[in-house]
Structures are given as C-alpha cells and as structure tokens.
C-alpha cells in the first residue's frame, strides 16, 4: 500500500520541474508571517466596480457591507454569468485602505487597542501603516489547516521551532472574505466558519499550538441555488441576501458585452475610462463612514422595522438587528439626515427574504412575501 | 466527409489555435471511433507547445489542484509541493471523459480555474498560485435522461458539438467546398455586439457568456484584421446555434408567436425586440437557424425543466458523518470517530520525520501522532424511496386500476432488487389513506396493492397533501423520495371530504403546487383512456414528468420512472 502510494506520488514532477509555461507558478511555501494584503498580484487589473451594468440590489448590498461590516456579511444567489465574482472583485479594488500595525499578521488596528491580538498587547510601541482592506478568497478544495491555520512546516522542518502558521482567516481579518460556490463548501469547513464568523475569534488548538487571533471579516459568498441549498445556521449568518438575475432586455446585454469585450481586449484603457468613477464611490464610501456613528435611528423606523419582522414571523431578533443597520448604513451611504422608512423599505427584501420560514400553506417566493409585508406594514 | 463532421473539424481548428481564449468543447458522443478519430484530429492541430491530459474519474483534489509531494518531501526533508494536472496541463487542454458524471465540487473547480486562468490552491499547508490557461474537452456520453454536464461548466465553453449521429462513413471524403463567399465589408465591433445579443436573444439564450464567447470566437476568426460580416455569422452558427432554447420566430409567425412562455420573463423583451431587428441580425439569425441541428429542440423538450435537487441543505444536515458510503476524501480526526486512512496519515506525517527523530533517537521507524490521523470521509448516496400515490376512484378502477397495478408491480419488484424503499398511498371516496409504510418487504406491498379496493370519488388533493407529508418525512430521514402519481387528474372531492369538481380541482392544482415548492420529484401517469387536460396541468402545476398511460405498457411506465430517479 505504502509502496503503491509513494510510486503514485513519484510519478507526478514536482513544481520545480514544471512543463515549460512562461512564467513559474508562484509559491508561497508558509514562510515567515507577512502584513497580509488584499491579493490581487495578477498583472491585469479587476474588472471595475463603476463599470457594472445593472444588479442594483447586489452592487448596494456590498457597499452597505463595506460602509457598515457589522452587518453581517453578503449572500449572492443567482444565475449563471451574472457577475456575481465581478462585483466582488471589484469592490476590492475599491475599498479605501485602512491603518495596521506594522508587521502583524492580523492587521490590527492600531486606534482599537481591545481588539488587538496577542502579539500586539504585548508591545509597547505600536507603528501604523496604510495597507489595503484584505479581500481574501477561500478557494474550493481548501484544506482546514490553511482556513484556520497550522504549525508553520517549514520553519518546524529546518529550524525546529514550533511556529504559528496564520490561515486565511487571519489574512481576512478587518477585510473580506470571499467564497464562491459557498453551497459547495465542505461541511466541515462550514461548522468552522460558523464559529469563527459568530465569535469574531479563531481559536486554533493542534499541533500542540493554542492560539486564539482575531478573526473580525465580512463574508461574502456567492453561488447557484441550483447546486444546492444552503444550510439555515450558514444562511443567517449572512446579513444581507441578494439574488441575481441576466438582464433580460436587449439594450442592457449589449452593454454589458460590450464593456466586457471591450476590458477583455485592453484592461488598462478600460479601467482607467471608470477611475473617475470608482474615485466617487470610494470617496462616498468614506464619507459615510465618517456619518455612521452620529447617524440615530428614530423610533418611529425601529418600531416599523419590529411590526415588520413580526408580521413576517423571522426567528429570533438577528432580523431586526441587521434591518436597522443596514438601513442606517444606506442611509449614510445616500447622505440623509435620518433613516427612513424608504430606507427601511428598499432594504428589506435583501434583509430579510432568507430568513422566513418556508409556508407550506403559501407557494409565492420569500422575495413576493416580504414585498407584500412591506407594502401592507410601510404603505410604500 | 458530411457537413456535420466539417464543422466538427472547424470547431477543433479553433479550438487548438486558442484552447484558453475558446473556453473548450463539450462534446456529445459515445466511446467510439469516430469520437477518437475526432480527438486525433484535435491533437494534431495542436502545436507542440500545448499538452494535452487526461483527467481521471473522480480524481481528488491532490492531483486535481496539486499539494504537498510526499516522496519529494521525504527526501527533502521540508515541504515540498506538486503541481495538479490543471496547472500541468497550462496552455493546452484537459479532457474531462464522463463529463455528465462530474460532481458539482469538481466542476466548480474546473470552472474557476478557466476563470481566473490559473489554479489557487490553499491546501496541507501550502498556498500556491499557478498559471492555468486551459481549455477543456468535456466528453458528454450520457444518453436519454441520464444525467447532464452540469450547465455552470457548460456555459463556459464556446463550442458545443453533438458527434452522436455520425457514422465512420460520414469523416471520410474531402470536404464539400461551400458556395465562396462574397467579400463582405468589415464591421463595426459595436455593431457585432448588438447582432450577436440580438441573435442570442432571438434564439432563446439566457446567458451573457454565449454572446461573449460568440464574439470573441468572431474575433479569433478575423485574426489580426477587422471583424468582417463572415466572421461574425460564423461564430453565431458555431457558438450560438447549438445553445438555442427555441426556434427564431420567421417573419411570418411572428404575430402568431406562442406567447406563453411563463417559465423565461425574458419573453417580453425578447419578443418586441424580434419584431425590431436590424437586417444584420436577421440575417445571422436566419444563419444560425439552419446551423441548429434538427433534433435539438426536441431532446429539449423531452429533458424538460427537472425540480432542483435538494442536496446540501436539510438532507447533509442529517447526514452528517455517515460512517459508510463512497470515500470523499480525508479529514484530520481520531480513529475513534472514524475509519483511519492510512495513506493520508502517513501524508501528514511524513515532513516531520527527520525533526522527531533528532529529538527522540529513534531512526528507522516511522513516527505518528495523534495530528497526523486522517480518518476517511464517506459520502452516502441517499436510499430512494418511491411513493406511489394510488388513484383507487370509481372513474379509475373502472378504466386502468388493474393495468395500474400492473406496472407498480414490476417496480416493486425492480425496486427490490435496488434495496429501494416503496410505499403506497391510496385515495378513494372522501380521503387519503396510507396503505403501506416506507418498507423493503416486498410482499407485503404486493398484499396490500392487489387488495386495494376501488370505487368511489377522487379527493386527488387530500392524496397529493398525503404523499408530499410522506416525501418529505422520508427526506427528513436522510432519503430521496420520489412521487409517481397514478391517476385520471379529475378531481370531484374537496379536501373537507364535500363533493365539488371545481374546488377540487383548484386544490389538487394547489396540492400540486406544494409538491414542487417542496422539489420533490415526480411522475404523473395519466391513467385515463384517453389523455386528459386536466392531468397535464396537474402535472405541470407539480413540475412532474407527465406519462399517459394508452401509450405505456408496465414496462414503459418503469423505465420513466427510473429516469426519474
């Protein structure tokens, strides 16, 4: 058996003896801990976030996320080609970049001393630096020691020490983290990400390691229902749900390929045609951050927000929490002087539509539910 | 050589010159000489440069996306990592044999890779990130109603060739010259564009990629030069033509236009836009229309619009750690909960044998601890359990019950031989009654239906309410159920047990309408003399496959049943 495997495992080349292609895989062998940054090392720039043509409701839900992480993640359901890791990647490349302590593997933030981690309570002198908001992919086929991390293997094989390998999830930490086909995950990455993403903490204890980092991210996943249906303690961590759908009417198709063809044959020119774009976004972005914390949410919207989660019989009072912040948070992204019931409104299908109960008395869609709630509960 | 084949030596000229660009082919066919002799021909377009490899059945993410080499690792004495055969296979193609037999894991990944053009792989303690410019060859041999390649994969490759019908005879010969084309003038890009989604729409095609892909095939046909008229009609036959959902409305049936088509919302768009297409659109539709093979739109029809699966949801939730099954890879854990998987555990430890041995002296043996343990992970493929809800009404005993009984027979009896679960509903009179539990014993089931009793009316809705609440215990329980429903579709008893044929039928149409909330699949036997319209609508309302029984037999009514499954 031992024979077999080892002749199987001899046949295949090692990467350093790749069949010729131009540029050598890049390899990061889990080396010393580096600041983690957002990854986008490919030469063409993503796709840009002011350049997509439509999706509405999905392009609104990540920039609530990104005004207010607390909301409590993005879920992307929709068909095919729809643009679903477009948005995403470009939202990336569109965050304004945040401070971190100088070399810690977590990024934390230097102005926020009770978050910090383990490594940076201990110091005296913290230094701060600029980097980017991490927007990490979790890749299928993943394993569980690169999620939540590992013994570092190559510091242990040649020097002997017993080091803390950081995974993803601390790269994603204070950023987002992103998973495409998020039904396909495996269960057991699932029952991990549930911990991690409720407690903000990633507790590690294997390999004679124990260590507890902060894991503070956004999830963001996306995928086809057709694939499979979601489990309910993964859907509700989600704050905001969104489906997608392909334009249906001509004008808008051709747009969109076009400006698809259009990046396809010059990236560079294209991206550079919406810099100015994405600029405003982003200096909106800021903007509403900085109007967040004085933004009060007056009692009438609360009041409307508790008839609406009753009426629409959500479990649990997660529905109101994230009604109320993702209001508030649209509300300073549109620069209002309070929070609405249009507000209220206009967010409540993506808020709250994956968190009824299926009826087995009433076969209309959670989308047409929660627009009748709206209506008879708001009047809009 | 048949023009059917040309095209099919067309499609792999393009498909060498840029595998990555094109996304790739999937190709229906059967193992056979033709489809090899189609694959040489690829090969030998190829340029050297671009490998082509093979990619096993059921291959594991190892191969598949690469990670820790474990003899290299060993010699080495540190991490060493191997590359998958995607990244292996950089420039050129893979072939995907069995493609209608992929999980959706796999081709999920194989999706991302021709994304993003290159492999991420965060796996056994490496993070690697590999170029990979592939184009896949996926080798679709379902037939009938077997499964299909699944449509997120599909959507990604230009071409879509179907080498079924064609016989040795057909790839021999040379080509038969087409009429030369008149030179045409060039195009203006915006204005391929708009014909292409025009053409896309004209065609039925929901997808974005289609146009995009068509264009850029365009594109690849003019080479450096500017797009011309030629190109553009080319890539419409080659990439649009053989993903129509439904033929282009010709000039003169445009008023005449089904407009029913309650399934796409895309229908109002598509159709006003019809009306207004510019004669280059035309044209190309009219091109793609003689490009789309003849029996296409009629194995679309009979595939039909399957319930979406449940799978991950309620049914893992319950089945969460099976203990037996199919292997689905490994997990870090301890013998006690799981079955150890040996190779796996001694993956795990190989990079730390030279540093426990320095600490601990003791060489020639090879050291596990308790980390190291990989213990197997099983998945299991759910039992089916089919649920036959009886018609037992006087309109049915009085046509087909007997004939009826018949078929369920030889399912029960093909059932027992799969270790399948049946159960039987019955519903006469005023309601539903459950004859039969979800059982193996055959014997038993044969008892209770040869002793079913008929007369009286049809509470169709109490009947259907009564299998839905059975199919969706059985799922509770971590199995498939799967409904055949046997009846004449006319409904005269209301759920409260009072007579009526109207509310009747409203709520048997309701009843229906749980079921596929619920994407629970099923037949509906039409067990009238004749067809009845009621039963087709009763069938569509429940998303059910619809067989009508004066033109099946027993043995007909079980092979659609069993494609059901």
Request: proline fraction near 7%.
């Amino acid at each position: 058996m031992i024979v077999n495997g080892s002749i199987r495992a001899m046949s295949l080349k090692p990467v350093s003896a790749t069949p010729p292609s131009e540029t050598p895989p890049i390899l990061r062998a889990a080396g010393p801990v580096k600041a983690p940054r957002a990854q986008t090392a490919s030469a063409t720039p993503t796709f840009p976030f002011s350049a997509i043509v439509g999706q509405d409701e999905m392009r609104r839900a990540l920039l609530i996320a990104a005004v207010d992480p607390s909301v409590g993640g993005v879920l992307v359901f929709g068909d095919r080609g729809t643009g679903k890791s477009t948005a995403i990647r470009g939202l990336a490349a569109l965050l304004p970049p945040m401070a971190a302590v100088v070399g810690c593997p977590y990024a934390c933030d230097p102005g926020r001393p009770a978050e910090h981690c383990h490594r940076c309570r201990e110091q005296a002198v913290l230094r701060a630096e600029s980097v980017p908001v991490p927007v990490v992919d979790l890749p299928l086929g993943a394993t569980e020691d690169r999620v939540v991390g590992a013994l570092d293997l190559e510091r242990a094989l040649t020097r002997g020490e017993k080091a803390f390998e950081p995974g993803l999830l601390a790269r994603a930490n204070r950023g987002f983290l992103y998973i495409d086909e998020v039904n396909l995950l495996e269960d057991h990455l699932v029952d991990l990400l549930l911990d991690v993403a409720a407690s903000g903490v990633n507790t590690v204890e294997r390999e004679g390691l124990s260590i507890r980092h902060p894991a503070r991210f956004v999830l963001v996943g996306s995928g086809n229902p057709e694939e499979g249906e979601l489990r309910p303690q993964l859907l509700d961590r989600f704050g905001l749900a969104v489906e997608v759908s392909t334009p249906t009417d001509l004008p808008t198709r051709i747009d969109v390929v076009r400006r698809r063809d259009a990046y396809e044959r010059d990236p560079a020119a294209f991206c550079a045609g919406y810099a100015k774009a994405d600029r405003a976004i982003r200096k909106a972005l800021t903007a509403a951050r900085a109007r967040l914390p004085a933004l009060a949410v007056p009692d009438a919207t609360l009041e409307a927000a508790a008839r609406l989660c009753l009426a629409l019989g959500t479990d649990g009072l997660r529905g109101e929490l994230t009604l109320m912040r993702t209001a508030r948070a649209l509300a300073a992204f549109e620069g209002a002087e309070t929070v609405g019931l249009d507000h209220l409104a206009r967010i409540a299908p993506s808020a709250l539509r994956h968190r009824l109960r299926r009826n087995p008395l009433d076969e209309s869609g959670s989308t047409a539910r929660v627009a009748r709630a709206v209506e008879d509960i708001l009047g809009q | 050589m048949s023009p059917a084949w040309a095209v099919a030596l067309r499609v792999a000229h393009l498909v060498a010159r840029d595998p990555h660009a094109c996304g790739g082919v999937l190709v229906r066919a059967g193992a056979g000489p033709v489809r090899d002799l189609w694959l040489d021909r690829l090969a030998g377009e190829l340029a050297p440069a671009r490998p082509v490899r093979r990619m096993p059945a059921g291959i594991a993410d190892d191969r598949l996306l690469g990670g820790l080499d474990l003899a290299a690792t060993l010699a080495a004495g540190r991490p060493v990592a191997q590359s998958g055969l995607l990244a292996d296979a950089d420039g050129g193609l893979v072939v995907v044999p069995m493609a209608e037999r992929l999980s959706p894991g796999t081709a999920a990944r194989l999706a991302a890779a021709l994304d993003a053009g290159e492999v991420r792989a965060e796996r056994d303690g490496l993070a690697a990130r590999t170029r990979t410019r592939i184009g896949l060859i996926l080798l679709d041999e379902g037939e009938g109603d077997d499964a299909a390649v699944p449509e997120a994969l599909a959507d990604r490759l230009a071409f879509r060739l179907d080498l079924t019908g064609l016989a040795w005879g057909d790839t021999q010969g040379a080509a038969t010259e087409g009429e030369p084309e008149p030179d045409d003038p060039d195009l203006e890009p915006d204005a391929a564009v708009a014909d292409l989604c025009a053409v896309a729409a004209a065609l039925g095609i929901a997808s974005l990629r289609a146009p995009l892909l068509a264009l850029r095939i365009a594109r690849l046909l003019a080479g450096h030069k500017a797009l011309r008229a030629r190109d553009v009609r080319e890539a419409a036959c080659l990439v649009l033509a053989p993903r129509a959902t439904r033929l282009p409305s010709s000039p003169e049936d445009a008023e005449a236009a089904p407009a029913d088509r309650p399934e796409s919302p895309a229908s109002d768009g598509t159709e006003s836009s019809d009306q207004g297409l510019e004669p280059g659109a035309e044209s190309l539709v009219e091109a793609a229309r003689a490009a789309i093979p003849p029996d296409l739109l009629a194995r679309l029809g009979a595939a039909g619009a399957a319930p979406s699966s449940p799978k991950a949801g309620r049914v893992g939730a319950v089945m969460q750690a099976p203990r037996s099954g199919r292997p689905a890879g490994t997990r870090p854990g301890s013998p006690r909960t799981g079955r150890l998987s040996l190779l796996p555990t001694l993956r795990a430890a190989a990079p730390w044998q030279r540093l426990r041995s320095g600490a601990e002296g003791a060489p020639r043996l090879i050291q596990v601890r308790s980390d190291d343990f990989r213990i197997t992970r099983f998945r299991q493929r759910s039992e089916t359990t089919t649920i036959f809800a009886v018609d037992a009404s006087g309109s049915a005993a009085l046509e087909r019950l007997a004939e009826a009984k018949g078929a369920v027979e030889l399912l029960l009896a093909e059932a027992y031989v799969r270790r399948d679960k049946v159960a039987l509903v019955a519903f006469r009179g005023t309601g539903a009654e459950i004859v039969l539990a979800p059982t193996r014993a055959l014997a038993r089931a044969r008892r209770g239906l040869s002793a079913l009793p008929g007369g009286g009316g049809t509470p169709l809705a109490s009947g259907l309410d009564a299998a839905g609440t059975l199919a969706r215990a059985v799922r509770r329980g971590g199995g498939t159920p799967v409904v055949v429903v046997l009846t004449d579709g006319r409904a005269n008893v209301a759920r409260s047990g009072a007579p009526g044929r109207v509310a009747a039928g409203a709520e048997a149409l309701n009843a229906a309408g749980l079921l596929r909330a619920d994407a629970i699949r099923t037949i509906l036997i039409d067990t009238a003399a004749r067809p009845q319209e009621t039963a087709r609508r009763l069938a569509e309302a429940m998303g059910a496959r619809y067989v009508p029984l004066p033109y099946a037999d027993a043995a007909a009514m079980s092979t659609a049943i069993r494609s059901a499954r």
